[in-house]
Structure formats: structure tokens, C-alpha cells
T-cell receptor, first 112, second 111 residues
Framework: DAGITQSPRHKVTETGTPVTLRCHQTENHRYMYWYRQDPGHGLRLIHYSYGVKDTDKGEVSDGYSVSRSKTEDFLLTLESATSSQTSVYFCAISERVVDGYTFGSGTRLTVV | AQSVSQHNHHVILSEAASLELGCNYS??????LFWYVQYPGQHLQLLLK??????LVKGIKGFEAEFIKSKFSFNLRKPSVQWSDTAEYFCAVYGNNRLAFGKGNQVVVIP
């Protein structure tokens, strides 16, 4: 959807390096989420934000940190990338979570 | 915490066949349920959602889902599938300011 973009779309990085993924929205939605998608596991929540500088952990937050200094941007950082973090990462936004999410196009991250 | 269980992870069927995907949820609060679809190489898109009222919900592309409270279920159906319905389907339940997703159903429709 045009209102949410993720960057980069693809990235290959080495084990032990820090990596930052960006999610940018133009919808002024309050809630932003980072999920990872892996075969056999579906989508698992990493972190989410319910406002500027307000974030909380999801079910698979170890090894990840997030920041939201502006409404429109939600950054996901892998502090020291490991091969187990090879995955497809999706950002999602919502104004009223009961209405569901709008998803970004995803970032395919490979850690070698 | 809320959770979702999806059955029959891989489904293969021929065009014009009927499709039913099972979804069972666990959540102690007010139930809001969703089905999302992910076409190959794409992101998730909303198929349909249930908040309240009529337990039979109609979505896009001829899909429908039925909420059965006594069975904690929200099964997805389509009477006659097409090759273009080849995709992965995810059930989700709302709770605690987030959606919890099931592991998905990979559906392959053979022409």
C-alpha cells in the first residue's frame, strides 16, 4: 500500500554486524508493528509502538531494539545480527487495532 | 494472551472445488477476528473481519467466514476456488493492542 513503505527491500549482511530496517508511514496512524515471518511459524510479533517514544516488546524481542522518534517512522535494529535472524520482516500500521492492520511490502534479510 | 490455531497447514485442491480452512482462537476478552491472505511474493492483505453481529461474514473475492462462539472457531470458506486463490491464509485475533496470527494455511489450486 502506498501509505506504508519499508526499506531496504532486500539486504544481505554478515553475522555480528548491526542492521537497521526502516518503516515509514504517511497515514498518521498511532500504532506501528514489526513482525517476522518464517516458514512453519507464521507471523511473530517482535516489537510494537503505540505512540512517539512509546514501545513495547512482542513475543520474539530478544536481539532486537526499536525506536520511534516521529509518528511516521519506526526503526527496527538488530544489534548484532545472527543467522537465526534471517527472515522476512513486515511492518504494519493501524489507527484502531480492532480494525486490523495495513502491511508493508516486507524486507527480506539474509544473515551470512 | 490471545492465540490462534490453524489446521491442515498445506491444502492442495483443483479449480472449482470448495475450500474450508479451520481457525480456533483463545482470548478472554471481546472477540475481534480476521482472515488475511498473502499471495506469492506479496504482503498480507485483509480478506474479512468479524467484530459483532451476524456471525457469517462476507469478504472480498467470494470468501466468507463463520464465527461460532461455542466452538471458539472462525472458519474460512469459498464455494468454488480459482487458480488465482493460490496463496497463504492467516487467521488472527485481536487482543492487548495487537493481532496474534496463526501459522497459516498454504493453499495450492491446480488448474
Amino acid at each position: 500500500d502506498a501509505g506504508i513503505t519499508q526499506s531496504p527491500r532486500h539486504k544481505v549482511t554478515e553475522t555480528g554486524t548491526p542492521v537497521t530496517l526502516r518503516c515509514h508511514q504517511t497515514e498518521n496512524h498511532r500504532y506501528m508493528y514489526w513482525y517476522r515471518q518464517d516458514p512453519g511459524h507464521g507471523l511473530r510479533l517482535i516489537h510494537y509502538s503505540y505512540g512517539v517514544k512509546d514501545t513495547d516488546k512482542g513475543e520474539v524481542s530478544d536481539g532486537y531494539s526499536v525506536s520511534r522518534s516521529k509518528t511516521e517512522d519506526f526503526l527496527l535494529t538488530l544489534e548484532s545480527a545472527t543467522s537465526s535472524q534471517t527472515s522476512v520482516y513486515f511492518c504494519a500500521i493501524s489507527e484502531r487495532v480492532v480494525d486490523g492492520y495495513t502491511f508493508g511490502s516486507g524486507t527480506r534479510l539474509t544473515v551470512v | 494472551a490471545q492465540s490462534v490455531s490453524q489446521h491442515n497447514h498445506h491444502v492442495i485442491l483443483s479449480e472449482a472445488a470448495s475450500l474450508e480452512l479451520g481457525c480456533n482462537y483463545s482470548y478472554g476478552g471481546t472477540v475481534n477476528l480476521f482472515w488475511y491472505v498473502q499471495y506469492p511474493g506479496q504482503h498480507l492483505q485483509l480478506l474479512l473481519k468479524y467484530f459483532s453481529g451476524d456471525p457469517l461474514v462476507k469478504g472480498i473475492k467470494g470468501f466468507e467466514a463463520e464465527f461460532i462462539k461455542s466452538k471458539f472457531s472462525f472458519n474460512l470458506r469459498k464455494p468454488s476456488v480459482q487458480w488465482s486463490d493460490t496463496a497463504e491464509y492467516f487467521c488472527a485475533v485481536y487482543g492487548n493492542n495487537r493481532l496474534a496470527f496463526g501459522k497459516g494455511n498454504q493453499v495450492v489450486v491446480i488448474p
